[in-house]
Structure formats: C-alpha cells, structure tokens
C-alpha cells in the first residue's frame, strides 16, 4: 500500500508529489498520457508561487528558465491606456516569470525526481471505491494490464475532464463563455511591436488582442474571433489569420512568423463547492477552471497542492489528527471563488462589445490607471501575495491567516523525510522552547527575533499566520496546537 496516489502529472500534481515525497510521504503519480506537455499553455508564475517555491527548493531553475517581465500595458489603438507596473509587488519577486509550462512539468518532474518520485506514464484511474480507511483505485496500464491500488489518499490533480470528480458524481457548476478566442505562439518582429518583456493588451471595437512574451524571442498572441455555430467547430487559425489580427486591432507595425502552436479554445469557468470528500481530493483544474486573464490558473492549482502536502504529510506522519485536513477545502474553494470572480472580471471589461460602453471603459480605465493606488492594486491582485486565510478554522487571533512576510521567515529548509513544522515568533524564548518541546514533532522556534515582540506568533508551515495573540498568551498557544495535534504528540513531548 502507498501512502497517496496522485492522478494527473501536470504542474499540480507535479508540485503535490515532489512535497509530499520531500516531507517523507510514500507517494505514487500516475498519468494516462504518454509523454509531459509539450506546448506552451499556462505561462506565468507569480509572486506568491515563486515565494512557496524557495520553500520547495526550486525558485533558482525556475528564474533561470524564465524571463521576467516587469510590467503591462493596455492599450488602444495607438495609445497607452496605462501601464501597470510589478515592481511595487511587496514580494522579492516583484514581476510576472514567464515560463512555458512544458518547461513547468520539466523543472518540476525533475523535483520530483530528486525525492524519488517518477511519472508512471499510460497508467490510466479507470474507478475507484472509497470507504472509511482507505481508497480501492482501478489502473489500467498500456499493455492493457488491470491492476487494484489500496491506497489511504487518493488525490485528483487530473485536470477538467478529470475521472477522479466523475468518480466522486460531483457537480462541475459554472458556465462557457460565448467567444471562441485564437491562440498562437509565434515570433513578433517589427517596430511596432510591443516591448518583449512587456504584456500587451489591446482593447479593440471586435474584441480583446493580447501578445504574451515567451522566453527565446517568442510571444504568445491571444484573442477573441466570434462565436462558432453548434456542431461546427472552427477550423485551427492559420498565420495568416493571425497577420490579419494584428493589422487591425494592434495597428500593424509588426509581423509574425515562425508558428509552433495554432489553436483555437473556448473559456469556461466552473467549480466544485468542496474539494475533499472523506479520502479523496481535488486540486487544480479538476476543482476550479476559469478565464486566463491574469494567468491566475496554474498558480492557484499549485498552491492548492502546497496547501494540501503539509496538511496530508503531518496526518500520514502521525503527528496531525485528521481534522486538520478538513481546513483545505474551506481555505483553498474560497480563493478558488475569487479567483474565479476576478478573472470574470477582467474576462468581462475586455471582450464589451457595446461601442458606448467601450468608450466608457477605456475612458475609466485611464484615469484609473494613471493612480498609483490602482495599479498597485491590481498588481498585487494578480501577484496573489494578497490571498489570506482569515475564515479558515486553523486561523485564531487578529492579522491570523495572513502571509507572514517571507523574508522573516524561519522555517525549514528543502530536506528529505522531515514532517512539516509550524514556526514559533515569541519573545521569550525559554517558554518558546519549553512548548516545542511539548510538541516536537509539530512546532519549532523561530531561529531569529520576532518582528513584533508584543505578540505571540505561531506560523504555518506554508507561510501563513495560524495564530496572532498577546505575548503572554502561552496557554492560548498550546490549546491552539492542541485542537489539532495528534494526543500522543503533545503526551510524548510531556513525558521527555
């Protein structure tokens, strides 16, 4: 038996399985396609992925394969609306890393790889039965073998066709949008062209164009062509249609060339209301899929699986009860909403086709973004450095649920086989120590001085406030604690 079977070898799943492997949990990935993605897809990877990642211990491959693009603009016709800028992100990784996913899966297969976690490829879920301890999963292998899984954690990081919610009989609630959109990477070249560290954005009387930059010269372009009657799919655009693009929305002044993916898609936004039921979960797009504005998808899939490793890691290690799981879903459907929302959002405001309401809307959007106010908020917005947690069950006190600021920070390095620990901030440190001591496996002391000596801190292991008291609040910390740690934890901790 082992400990958790991952469906899905995308950037999820990836990122789920390597921590989980790297806290010492048994864990199998299995993924019913033959080879990793070789397209682009997903392309950005935000502030906040970038900061759980220095926990991983992967941020440098990522910032040596990507490239970094400070800002935005929106624009229409020949004028710049605005330009939103990331340098005031309140984040080390104050840009937007542009990164092909196919070289997300890469970076991270080989994560995983480090801590002894291979894709097992051609190995389909075909059913599973759940009962209360455990999960009975049907593979089915390449050569056409059928095999029976026990497994105490089953996982569904397979996408929004995913077997693991049609096995669950969940509701995929929400709705496709209208368009269909085109979308191509290939090169830009010209005087015209957009900056190619920028994203550009033009707002246009037939709909939104937007160029992407990639790494190596290349762009992503993206945007609305029409709807297409039912029963009769678009044909794949050609480069020339994409020419044809350019020349009206963008203003010519630039050509593309050199295609390596045309393609048209459709946006649909739909969600599950939980995304644990008993055994089994959802991460990623098999719980949440939405528009691509703001690149929000991939991120908020992965840090699904950040959420959920060091939960599931301190349950399977026997350190955590299992309620400590049921804050994922509560604490992830709930960004999962507004993520969802805001990418409707921007969906919305960019595909008006009123021309009054166009008018209205660029108008509006230049004054707005000629505020500082407003573009730092909207970079913090898509950066996720701003997403909290202050409804979940495991937040108590004021400023709970919060991201503790990363540069002060002292938690566990990357390592192989170490339980997760919550980080003690507390200004005395022999009562800091004496309550690590009560829960070893569970609470470690900050290595450094806590920002705010007048308050007891006790830090989650993904970087979020768990608790904020008064400084003399000792017994607060540990009924804290308590109401989740295993009894024999805090009993062994007693008896050393």
Known sequence: ??????????????????????????????????????????????????????????????????????????????????????????????????????????????????????????????GFTAAGDGVEARLRHADGREETVRTPWLIGCDGAHSTVRHGLGLAFEGSAQGDDWLLADVRVDGPGAPPSDEIATYLHRDGPFVVFPIPNGRARVVATVGRTEAGRPRPDPSLDDVQALVDRRAGGGFRVSDPVWLTNFRINERKVAEYRHGRVFLAGDAAHIHSPAGGQGMNTGMQDAVNLAWKLALVVRGVAETSLLDSYSPERSAVGDLVLRNAGRLTDMATL?????????????????????????????MSEIEIAYGASPLSVGPGSGARWPPEVYGGEPPGVGRAPRFVLYAADAARGADLAGRFPDLLEPAPRSPPDTSRLTIVRPDGYVGLSADEAAWDDAERYLSTFARSDEHLEGLAS
Request: net charge positive; glycine share 8%; with cysteine.
């Open 353 to 381: 086709s009123n021309p009054a309401a166009q008018a209205a809307r660029n108008l509006a959007l230049r004054f707005l973004l000629g505020l500082h106010t407003v573009r730092d908020r909207m970079a913090a917005t």
């Open 1 to 126: 038996m082992t400990d958790s079977l991952i469906v899905g070898a995308g950037p999820v799943g990836l990122t789920l399985a390597a921590e989980l492997a790297r806290y010492g949990v048994g864990v199998r990935l299995i993924d019913r396609a033959p080879h990793a993605t070789e397209t682009s897809k997903a392309l950005v990877v935000w502030s906040r992925t970038l900061e759980l990642m220095d926990r991983m211990g992967c941020s440098q491959a990522f910032l040596e394969a990507g490239l970094r693009a400070p800002g935005a603009s929106i624009r229409s016709g020949d004028r710049i609306l605005g330009n939103p800028r990331f340098d005031a992100i309140a984040s080390v990784y104050n840009f937007a890393l542009m990164i092909p996913q196919r070289d997300t899966e890469r970076l991270l297969a080989a994560q995983a790889r480090a801590f002894g976690v291979e894709v097992e490829r051609q190995v389909e879920l075909t």
